[in-house]
Structures are given as structure tokens and as C-alpha cells.
């Protein structure tokens, strides 16, 4: 097969189709000829640039964009890809742009281009011949690298071409002592090349240490792809990957790095994950509230409510009704906005379209189910008979008695019989009307009709939940408390319905002083006390949110003592036991830095309890400063540098890692204190550097940490410099010193 320019050499015969010569269709020899004005003019009124032109030097019909890789013209290629032709058009041959890139000499920018303009890695699935293959043959060890390092797997059509394997071995294995990222592509190379090459049992002992290893690129574990490997010995190696998983008691680990992996996982292999989640949680006993409270909204977004997302609507519903059954207490821990919200995902499913297709009659059987598990909860019902659903359809309970599960089909009989005595479809809408319009009316506080108090209340009436505001997992059940630290003055207990009475409040703050009044005037039975500790979570008294799930909530002491009470799953509280460390140093009792009041544990939650501040800098800088700011902006840069002062002492050596004018609080006598020691250092008496991985917020990094790479060495003067870009901010009425760079 000839390329011009260059020509090469293949050690296998390439496939093409019968060639008829022709001539060379007008449009591919302006590109041949590399006149871009040329193309410009012929293609003007609407020809269709994915049209496949013949080509006499190339015996091929291909579009343009194939020819301009192939006669590597990356102007032409740039102006292609910039009228959105579509990269991954095939050829008469069946080659698309990458293979020609690979065939040809064409620049490895080609090839990011196209890759950039979402060409597929992997070519095409009628071509027996990959890009990255036909690269390697060609000895393009750059190609090879770009299309591995944009998702390209390199052992497919392993064993095909022996000598083509070698190749990209040897590429591999260089690449790997080049770049960690090789060094684990490498791992997952080396396993599937293995995979029939040697047992079962000797795969485990080899790789049983690289289970949890990350594909830097798509995100897979080696786990997830030793459960879903396929072939006569697929259930060999489910069984083995159960027991490693089991014996490495590395259970919740994987599962709270799964949800964290699975938004970045490509959507053509999210079905790997959720079929090795389902079975990691059929052979758990029970599920813990935080982590139902975690998993189920990540789940909720991977279904497809179109025909094609049939598999895996059925993997995901099933893994729902699994978590369902198993998690403790979920009718006691999950809000009402967070089971309407499962509800609306999933009742699609019982259209009479999905249920008259044979092929969906399963996934009928488990949404019902899954229903009738959410039945106790007062909004269900109303969804349900919303949609015109008035009894269980004969198919799902005939469906569901030829299968052998008996706990199943008695709910599903149990729910055929409520809702046949249930209200009718019309009442059920209009319920479902007075609902929404309800939830409306509590985001207008303006017109709001009830008190904070009456709506907990209601909500209450259900089951002892607090509000959801959003899919998040940050919720947890009054009730749910028992596991604390014992270390700690704070002890949790349950909330009591005693007669409702004002609470002892010491007014302090101005800021929160409308929502202190209502918190210590609510009803004891809708407030949840750790202790001598009272607090409300409910969306009203949130006063941050931060990315990680963690939420803050006003508080009052028995003392009436105001604070802020820090909020964070158990499952993901590393940072704020960090925190309350740092915090509870006497070095760190210092005017210049947020004070520590207490914490706490229950069963789901970690709780750091602090003094309550009025403003973070950025809000004081943007919106509350007075008239006259320059004393004022003065008087924040010396108290910042004091409490940097205090960290870096002799005595003290801490390396805060993430100033930021989020992380500076202003009090109410408007001085400034740093907070947030999540992910703070100490260093040792004679250790002036800290090597770790890269940490800190984007734009508010030093230099030298600006690197992903592990490793890193953290000094006081790393907090100094972006101490600095904080004292520009200040100053500057609240300008980044690089904002051109990096925008707010």
C-alpha cells in the first residue's frame, strides 16, 4: 500500500476493498496540492466535507479530513476539524484519520488534533487493525504514545501479529521508566497479555498486590477488569477477585473509591464498574446509611432513559434494589426529597412501553420492587399513582412468580394490594402539584406561609429526617447517633419531643443573629443535640458547603455560646480530625486563628465544633468593608501575617498548604483568623521540608507545587509566597496578582 509522502513497509497484509481506478476527485487534489483557497472556494454551497471522494494515489475512497492526514497537510487538517467534520468517518478500506496518521509521516500534532476533535483511539471496530498497531509497525513511538495516553488499548488484537506484540512491549516498557503513568499502564498491559497465557490461581499471586491500582487514563482498577474478564473462565475469575477483595479486607475501600473513580470512568466502560459494584454488595450483610447516602445518587446518574440504555438500566436498578435491602435503617435516614428523587429516576420503568418489550420484563420486576421497598414513604405512593399505575401489572408478578425469589415476590404482591385500596390518579396528581408548589414556596422565603419549625415538623410527621437540599450525602437521621468520641466532652443522644422552650442564647452575632433567634426558639423534637451541643440540619441554618461534602451549621451550646459546627461523613473525614489535631495545640490558642470548641462523633458524621465567625475575606473584601478601607485592609494584612507567624514559630512549625481568602474569617470585631487545617503539615525539630503529593487550591499555589506529581517538598516559604499573592488580594480590594492567568 503506497502513502505519499513516504512510503511503508507492513510486516501483515492489509485488508483494503477491490479498486476500480478513477480519478481523483477535484476536491482531494486541492488538498494533494496543499491549496487551502483553493478548497475554500469548491466547497462553497454546502458540499458535504464527510463524503468519501475516490482517491487514484491512495485506491481508496476517503473524506477529506483522511486526506489531508494522509498528505499530511495539518493547515488543511486545522481547517477541517474547525467546520466540524467528523473525525471518525471510515474510508472504502475502512481506515479512519488515525490509521492514515499512523500509516503515513504524518507530525505527531496531527494526531493530537484529531484526538483533541474526539477521534476514537481505538479506530474502529470493523478494522481488525488498531492506529496504535499500525503505529507501532511503523516505529512511531509518539503516535503510539498519544493514542495510549488518550485511551487506546494496547492488547487489543493481542497475539494476532507476534511480531507487531513485540513492538509495543518494547515501546511500553520504555515508555514506563519514562513516566509513572507507563509504569501502571504497563501493569494493565502486562495482565491482559497474561489472561490465558497462565492460571487463574498464578494471575492472583502475581498481581494481587496491583488490585487497586488506577488506570491513570481511564480509570479502571485492575479489580475491575480481572472481575469482567470474559471467556470460558469468566466466573473463575469473579470468584477469585470476591476472594481477594474479602480477604484483603479492602471491602469499603474499593467502594468509596469507586464512586470517587466512576464520573471519570469513559461511559462505554462504566458497565465494568457497576457489575463489579453489584457483586461486592451482594456479599456484604449490611450497608451503612453514609454510604447508601454516597452511592445512590452517583448510581442515579448513569441511567439512560432511552431503549439503547437497557443493560444498563437493569445493572444499576438491581445494584439500587441490593442497597436498598441491605442499608440500616434507610427508612429512618432517608429524606423525603432524596426518595422522590430515587422515585422520579426510576419510574419510567413501569410505562406500559417498557413493560409490553419481553427483553425489559426484568427490569420491570426490580423497579417495582424497588417501589414497593420505598412504599412506607409518604411521597411514593403519590408518585406512583401520579402515573396512572394503579395495581402491580399482571406481567411483573407473573414475571416475578416464575422467578425464585420468595421475599421479592411477597412485595411485590403486598404493593399489588396498596395500590388498588389507594387514592386515584387525579388526587395523587394533585397531591404531587401541593407538594412541588410547597418545596417553591420554601425557596421564596419572602412568601413563605410556614415557619422553618412547622416545616420540620411535617417532615417529621414521616420519619425523623432532615431536608436534603440536594442529591448530596450530607444528611443523617436524628436518631442515628451512638458512635462518638469518648475523648470528647461532646456526647451525642437522641433528640426528645419534650415541650417546645427558648433556648439560652448569648447574642453575639449580627450576621446569623435571624437564624440563631429561630434556632433557639424551634421545637426540641426537630433539633438534633450532640451533648451540651444543639444544631438544626436543615438547608436555613447551612452557612457553607464545601466541595467534599462537608457542610457547616450554625450552632447553639446549653451555655447559649454561638458557634459553627463543621459537618463531615466518616467514610471521608481524614481532613477534619486533621483539623480538630492542629486545633486542639496550645501553640494554635492564638487571637490570630479560628478558635476550637469541641468534637464529636455519631455513627455517619464526624462533627469539629468552632467559634462563629461573621464573613469569610473574600465576602468582607467584596461586599462588607467600610467607606474608609485602607486602615482597614492594613489592619487584615498584619493579623494574616500574625497568624502565619504563629504556625511558622520555632516551637510550632506548621505548614498550613492552603491559604485562600475563602479559608481567612473575620469575627464579629472584624479581626481576621485563619481556619481550615484540613490538610496542614507539622514538620519535625530538625525537618525543614514536607515531600508530598501536590496540595492546596488552584490559583492559590506556589510555584514549585504547581506540579501533580508526588514528591513535592512543602517549606514555610511555600505558604509565604502564596501568603503573598493573599496580601496583593487584600490590598487590591480583592484581585488575584495573576487573574489574566488565572481568572476567579
Known amino acids: 500500500m503506497n502513502i505519499v509522502p513516504g512510503q511503508i513497509q507492513f510486516q501483515f497484509q492489509l485488508p483494503t476493498a477491490p479498486w476500480v481506478p478513477r480519478e481523483t476527485d477535484p476536491i482531494i487534489k486541492c488538498i494533494i496540492d496543499r491549496k487551502l483557497e483553493k478548497l475554500k472556494k469548491l466547497i462553497r454551497g454546502g458540499k458535504d466535507l464527510n463524503r468519501l471522494y475516490p482517491c487514484a494515489k491512495l485506491k481508496d475512497d476517503v473524506t477529506p479530513l483522511i486526506a489531508a492526514v494522509a498528505f499530511t497537510n495539518d493547515n488543511i487538517c486545522k481547517f477541517l476539524l474547525k467546520e466540524g467534520v467528523n473525525p471518525n468517518v471510515q474510508?472504502?478500506?475502512?481506515?479512519?484519520?488515525?490509521?492514515?496518521?499512523?500509516?503515513?509521516?504524518?507530525?505527531?500534532?496531527?494526531?493530537?488534533?484529531?484526538?483533541?476533535?474526539k477521534a476514537d483511539p481505538e479506530g474502529t471496530p470493523l478494522q481488525s487493525f488498531t492506529p496504535l498497531q499500525l503505529a507501532a509497525n511503523n516505529d512511531r513511538e509518539d503516535i503510539v504514545k498519544e493514542l495510549m495516553m488518550s485511551g487506546a488499548f494496547a492488547?487489543?488484537?493481542?497475539?494476532?501479529?507476534?511480531?507487531?506484540?513485540?513492538?509495543?512491549?518494547?515501546m511500553i516498557q520504555k515508555f514506563s521508566s519514562e513516566s509513572e503513568d507507563f509504569v501502571k499502564l504497563k501493569i494493565f498491559y502486562d495482565f491482559s497479555c497474561a489472561v490465558g497465557l497462565k492460571s487463574v490461581e498464578e494471575l492472583f499471586n502475581e498481581y494481587g498486590k496491583h488490585m487497586l491500582v488506577v488506570n491513570p487514563v481511564n480509570h479502571l482498577t485492575l479489580y475491575d477488569m480481572s472481575f469482567n474478564v470474559f471467556g470460558p473462565n469468566a466466573d473463575q475469575y469473579q470468584q477469585a477477585s470476591i476472594k481477594w477483595l474479602r480477604e484483603s479486607q479492602k471491602i469499603d475501600l474499593y467502594i468509596e473509591e469507586t464512586i470517587n473513580r466512576l464520573p471519570k470512568i469513559p461511559k462505554n466502560l462504566q458497565d465494568m464498574v457497576v457489575?463489579?459494584?453489584?457483586?461486592?454488595?451482594?456479599?456484604?450483610?449490611?450497608?451503612?446509611?453514609?454510604?447508601?447516602?454516597v452511592v445512590i445518587p452517583t448510581l442515579l446518574k448513569y441511567l439512560i432513559l432511552t431503549p439503547q440504555g437497557l443493560d444498563r438500566n437493569i445493572s444499576v436498578v438491581r445494584l439500587l434494589y441490593v442497597i436498598t435491602q441491605k442499608t440500616q435503617n434507610h427508612k429512618h435516614g432517608w429524606t423525603l426529597p432524596f426518595v422522590e428523587e430515587l422515585c422520579k429516576r426510576i419510574i419510567s420503568f413501569t410505562d406500559?412501553?417498557?413493560?409490553?418489550?419481553?427483553?425489559?420484563?426484568?427490569?420491570?420486576?426490580?423497579?417495582?420492587?424497588?417501589?414497593?421497598?420505598?412504599?412506607?414513604?409518604?411521597?411514593?405512593?403519590?408518585?406512583?399513582?401520579?402515573?396512572?399505575?394503579?395495581?402491580?401489572?399482571?406481567?411483573?408478578?407473573?414475571?416475578?412468580?416464575?422467578?425464585?425469589?420468595?421475599?421479592?415476590?411477597g412485595k411485590l404482591r403486598k404493593l399489588n394490594m396498596s395500590l388498588q385500596s389507594a387514592v386515584s390518579p387525579t388526587d395523587a396528581t394533585e397531591q404531587l402539584q401541593g407538594m412541588s408548589l410547597s418545596k417553591k414556596k420554601k425557596k421564596k422565603k419572602k412568601k413563605k406561609k410556614k415557619t422553618i419549625q412547622e416545616e420540620l415538623s411535617v417532615e417529621k410527621s414521616t420519619t425523623d429526617m432532615t431536608e436534603m437540599a440536594d442529591l448530596?450525602?450530607?444528611?443523617?437521621?436524628?436518631?442515628e447517633s451512638g458512635v462518638y468520641d469518648e475523648s470528647s466532652s461532646v456526647k451525642p443522644f437522641p433528640s426528645t419531643t419534650e415541650e417546645s422552650k427558648p433556648r439560652k442564647w448569648h447574642r453575639v452575632s449580627e450576621r446569623w443573629r435571624p437564624q440563631l433567634e429561630e434556632l433557639s426558639n424551634i421545637d426540641?423534637?426537630?433539633?438534633?443535640?450532640?451533648?451540651?451541643?444543639n444544631l438544626v440540619v436543615h438547608p436555613d441554618f447551612r452557612i457553607a458547603k464545601g466541595s467534599d461534602g462537608t457542610e457547616v451549621f450554625l450552632g447553639l451550646k446549653d451555655d447559649g455560646t454561638e458557634v459553627a459546627v463543621k459537618r463531615m461523613l466518616k467514610s471521608n473525614y481524614r481532613d477534619l480530625k486533621n483539623e480538630e489535631e492542629f486545633l486542639r495545640l496550645p501553640q494554635l490558642d492564638s487571637p490570630w486563628i479560628v478558635r476550637y470548641v469541641d468534637f464529636a462523633e455519631d455513627k455517619d458524621f464526624g462533627y469539629l465544633v468552632l467559634q462563629l465567625c461573621e464573613y469569610t475575606l473574600d465576602e468582607y473584601i467584596k461586599d462588607h468593608l467600610p467607606k474608609d478601607t485602607t486602615p482597614v485592609l492594613k489592619k487584615i494584612v498584619h493579623e494574616v501575617l500574625c497568624s502565619l507567624s504563629v504556625l511558622h514559630s520555632r516551637n510550632t512549625k506548621i505548614l498550613h498548604r492552603d491559604i485562600k481568602p475563602q479559608n481567612v474569617l473575620i469575627d464579629v470585631t472584624g479581626r481576621a483568623r485563619l481556619a481550615d487545617f484540613g490538610i496542614s503539615r507539622q514538620l519535625n525539630v530538625e525537618q525543614t521540608t514536607l515531600h508530598t503529593s501536590s496540595a492546596g487550591t488552584k490559583c492559590w499555589k506556589a510555584s514549585e507545587t504547581l506540579d501533580e506529581d508526588s514528591g513535592i517538598g512543602y517549606k514555610r516559604s511555600t505558604d509565604i509566597q502564596v501568603a503573598g499573592m493573599l496580601m496583593y488580594y487584600i490590598i487590591s480590594g480583592g484581585h488575584h496578582p495573576f487573574w489574566q492567568r488565572h481568572p476567579l
Request: proline share 5%.
Open 91 to 117: 474510508s472504502t478500506n475502512g481506515w479512519v484519520p488515525l490509521h492514515y496518521a499512523a500509516m503515513s509521516k504524518a507530525p505527531v500534532s496531527i494526531v493530537n488534533r484529531l484526538l483533541a476533535a
Open 155 to 170: 492488547e487489543r488484537n493481542h497475539k494476532a501479529h507476534p511480531a507487531t506484540d513485540q513492538k509495543i512491549a518494547s
Open 275 to 293: 457489575n463489579s459494584l453489584t457483586a461486592v454488595f451482594n456479599i456484604m450483610k449490611e450497608i451503612s446509611l453514609g454510604l447508601s447516602l
Open 352 to 409: 406500559q412501553a417498557n413493560l409490553s418489550n419481553p427483553q425489559t420484563s426484568s427490569l420491570g420486576v426490580l423497579t417495582f420492587g424497588l417501589l414497593a421497598d420505598l412504599y412506607t414513604f409518604d411521597c411514593v405512593p403519590v408518585i406512583i399513582t401520579s402515573r396512572g399505575i394503579t395495581s402491580v401489572p399482571e406481567k411483573i408478578l407473573f414475571t416475578a412468580e416464575m422467578q425464585m425469589d420468595e421475599d421479592l415476590k
Open 472 to 479: 448530596d450525602a450530607s444528611s443523617i437521621p436524628v436518631e
Open 524 to 533: 426540641a423534637g426537630n433539633v438534633y443535640r450532640l451533648g451540651n451541643l
